[in-house]
Every structure is written in C-alpha cells, then in structure tokens.
C-alpha cells in the first residue's frame, strides 16, 4: 500500500504527457497549437508569488494527508501480523480502524484528484471534471451572474438600499471634497481641451453657425427688434449722438464743406458769388444740425422716426426687403474676413477656459465649487432630491445590466473558454486545493472510526 500511494502522490505532482515541464517552481506548457494564442493558453499569465505560496501550501497538505494513509497502512501490517502472532483481541479493534481508514483515505483521495485529473493517469469515466468541464463551468458561471447579479430587480433593491443620494451628498457637502471634484473636473476638462484638434473643432464650429445661420431668416426679427426699439424711444440716443458728433465735425471742417460747395459751383459763376453761396449752405446745414440737436421736438426727428418704423414694417411683412436682407447676410457670411473671425471664436473661447480651469481662484472654477457645495447641501438633506437622484442612478444602472447583460456573461465565458484546460485546472487546486486536503485527513479519521464501530458492533453482537 505505501507502494501504490507513493505512485498516486507522484502521479499528482509529474508532468502531463503534453509536454509540461516544471521551471522553477512554474509550470509552462511546451504544446502550443496556432488557432489558440499562448496567453489564452496560459490562464492569462504566469503563476503569481501568492499563487506559488499556496501550491506549496497545497503540496504541504497532499504530504500530510499521504502520510496519515501510510501511517494506517503501517498499523494495519503490523496489527494484522501481531493478530497472527496471538497478540490479543485487541488488534483485530486496531485492524479493522486502520482497514477502514485506508478505505476512506483512498476514497476521498480519488474523489479529491478526480476534480483535477484522472487518477492515476487511467482515463476513468467522469474523472478529470475541471479540465473537461470547463467550457461548461464558464457558461454556467455566466449563466448565474446574469440572473442572479444583474438582474434589474436586484440591481435597483441594493442601489435603493444603499441610498446614493444622501451618501453623495453628504460626501459633496464636505468643503475639501467639492475642491478635489472641482480639480479633477478642470483636469479632465483642460485633458479634452488638449486632445481636441484646434482645426477639428474650428471645422465644426464655423460649419455649425454657417449652417445656423443660412437655415434661419433674420429679416423678421430684425424688424421686431427694431419695431420695439422705436416704440420705447431707444433710438434717440442714436439720433442724439449723430447729430452732435455731425455739429462739432461741421464745426471743425467748416472750409472743407465750404470748398466743396465751391467746387461743385458752375464754371461761369464768378467766384465770389460762388463764395457766398458755401458760406450760406454751410451756415443753414450746421443750422440744421444744431436745431436738430437741440430740439427733441424737431420734425427731421418725427421723420426719422417714421422711416425706422416704415422699415421695421418692411423688414416683417415686405418681400423684397426680407429678401435683400437675406442677400446681405449671405454675402456677409460668405466673406473670407467673416469665416476667419467665426473660426477663431474656438481660439479664443479655449484660451479663456484653459486659463480659467488651471486657476484656482478663477470665476470658473468658484462657481463650479460652489454648485457643488450647494448641491450636495441639498442632496444630503432634501428627501426630493434624494430620491431623484438614486432614481436616475437606479435608471442607469438597470439599463445598463439589462441592455448589456449577455455582453457581460460573454465576458466571462468568453474568458474562461480562453483559459488552458490543464493550467486553469492547477490554478483552481492551488486556490482550493489545501482545503480539499481536509477532505482526505476527514476521510482517513472518520473511516478509521467507522471501521472501528462496526467491528465493536459486529463483535458484540457475536458475529
């Protein structure tokens, strides 16, 4: 018997016949095959140190458990052997626990190595469970997550009973906590800042406001504008500074308004005459101008009025009003001057929140801490918006899990079906393997005093 355990334990620790070989304590697999990359093969990597720490523990518990078999095996010979001597009754007790012991040692030894290989390397049937059955145990992983994990019932009770809301808004509420949001939002909005292309973007926005702008007819709301802007009077200021910048520029070019009337004078005209009517042109316009400064009340007033309100008429009602306006505008959007100013708004507008987002004492970013502050107040004390928001995270979450949950079990049995069978079999028994030790230590003990009562038994009933 400690012949054929000894095989067995070896058995377990060998290379298999694929070519595995042992290198410093991790195993690698020689076999490779092109339809099936060598990472998959490999259980994504190398055994890790606290993966070699617990097959050692692993090898630690098979030497234990063996020895408990030897030992058994080793007072069954010797009770057996002293029995035949005439030693006593006694080691018939004593055989028959160790008999029993070395049945339940090797039984659990066999249902303990089935799991992970065929015992013995003799392909029983329904042995080696892992490695055969490991497509299966990953579909059947999937399988369970996905009703039991992400189902929208399930996700939505435990968001509703963890209560988001009040937890986020008391962690906002917390003045050094809305700083680190408020740093990592400027991070990541000077980060998008940064990865967008100026041209990209520039590209975007003039074709956007060209678009906005050709698509919609301002004629008419010009002329409503200004239609309101007549009737409350807003145009006067208008009238008032023309007319007083027209008086002081009279003013100042009296000789030039004076000459040009001059020279606008027919050829026979004598000069003098011609002098007297500049001075009088000029003195009845700068008349005007000052009389229309100064007199609110003035009827060029009352005329200017009725033509912006004749035009604001037209600009809503009057077809081929709207319709040179639309022509300018068409015109004026399609000037090279006028595109190059639209693409550089981006320029600009990026500069000012680059600026913004790297200082820390900016408007930007205040306002930003600020609304944080406020809301996580509100979010940590108002019932409402608590249950807003966990109603919009609960939303969330359950679409999530209900519109991606076959993506998400993919995942996993996609990942196990990559696993190699052999090494995603050594990966599981170095993580529960030691425990299933027990079972062997359990099997011998619990055997031995099986066996033991059922000789008593039998003994004492005269068997």
């Not at 090797?106 to 329904?126: E, K, N, S």
């Not at 007319?243 to 004076?258: F, I, K, P």
């Not at 809301?375 to 995270?393: E, H, I, S, Y």
Request: hydrophobic share 45%; aromatic share 6%; net charge neutral.
């Amino acid at each position: 018997m400690p012949d054929a355990e000894r095989a067995m334990s070896e058995t377990d620790q060998k290379p298999d016949k694929r070519g595995e070989a042992d290198t410093g304590g991790t195993r690698q697999y020689a076999h490779a095959t092109p339809a099936q990359p060598r990472t998959a093969r490999r259980f994504a990597g190398e055994f890790s140190p606290a993966d070699e720490e617990k097959r050692r523990g692993v090898r630690r518990m098979k030497a234990t458990a063996t020895g408990m078999l030897v030992l058994v095996a080793l007072v069954y010979a010797l009770t057996t052997w002293a029995g035949h001597s005439g030693a006593g009754a006694w080691t018939g007790y004593v055989a028959a626990a160790a008999e029993a012991g070395m049945v339940g040692a090797l039984a659990d030894w066999f249902a303990v190595t089935a799991l992970f290989r065929h015992p013995l390397g003799i392909p029983i049937p329904h042995t080696a469970i892992i490695p055969k059955k490991k497509d299966q145990l990953g579909v059947s992983l999937g399988e369970f997550v996905g009703e039991n994990f992400l189902s929208g019932d399930v996700v939505r009770d435990r968001l509703r009973a963890v209560g988001i809301g009040s937890r986020l808004g008391a962690w906002l509420a917390e003045p050094e906590h809305a700083d680190r949001v408020t740093a990592e939002l400027a991070t990541a909005l000077r980060g998008a800042l940064t990865v967008l292309r100026d041209s990209d973007v520039q590209a975007v926005v003039g074709e956007a406001i060209t678009r906005r702008a050709n698509g919609a007819e301002i004629a008419p709301g010009i002329g409503k504008m200004l239609e309101k802007v007549v009737a409350d009077g807003g145009h006067r200021r208008i009238v008032d500074l023309v007319c007083t910048r027209a008086a002081d520029w009279l003013v100042l070019h009296s000789d030039s308004v004076m000459d040009a009337v001059q020279g606008g004078a027919p050829g026979w005209t004598p000069r003098f005459v011609d002098k007297r009517v500049g001075e009088r042109v000029y003195k009845e316009l700068l008349r005007f101008v000052t009389e229309m400064r100064d007199m609110p009340e003035h009827p060029a007033r009352g005329a200017v009025d009725r033509f912006l309100r004749d035009f604001a008429g037209d600009l809503q009602s009057d077809s081929d009003t709207r319709a040179r306006v639309e022509r300018l505008k068409s015109e004026v959007i399609g000037r090279s001057e006028v595109q190059d100013l639209i693409a550089s708004t981006w320029s600009a507008v990026r500069s000012m929140i680059v600026a913004a987002a790297e200082d820390e004492r900016s408007e930007l970013r205040m306002r930003v801490r600020a609304s944080l502050l406020s809301l996580g107040q509100r979010m940590a004390t108002d019932p409402k918006v608590q249950a807003k928001v966990d109603g919009w995270v609960e939303g969330a979450a359950v679409y999530v899990v209900t519109t991606y949950r076959a993506e998400i079990t993919s995942l996993i049995t996609d990942t196990v079906a990559g696993w190699d069978a052999e090494h995603t079999s050594r990966k599981i028994e170095a993580h529960i393997g030691r425990d299933l030790q027990f079972i062997r230590i359990n099997g011998t003990v619990v055997g031995s005093l099986a066996g033991l009562l059922i000789y008593t038994v039998s003994r004492a009933l005269g068997a």
